[in-house]
């Protein structure tokens, strides 16, 4: 039985699959501390399902978008 449990961060257009894993636009899944350094940081909407800090966990230096 395949239970994806998918959810879509209405704010950032984001989908979060299960407890960690986020699936960008574009580029390679991420987690949601990649997705709340370079996304829902920037929004702090309360309708962004990804404010949780507690579900957010760490926020590591390479979580952060950085141009070269
Ligand atoms: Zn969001």
């Known amino acids: 039985m395949a239970n994806c449990n998918i959810q879509t961060c ?10 960690d894993k986020v699936i960008f636009s574009s580029g ?12 829902c940081n920037y929004v702090q909407k309360p309708d962004c399902i990804n404010q949780d800090q507690e579900a957010i966990g760490s926020v590591g230096e390479n979580d952060y ?3 070269i």
């Open 65 to 67: 978008y950085r141009p």
């Open 28 to 39: 390679p899944v991420g987690t949601r501390a990649r997705l709340w350094a370079r996304v």
């Open 10 to 19: 209405p704010v950032c257009g984001v989908k979060i699959e299960g407890e």
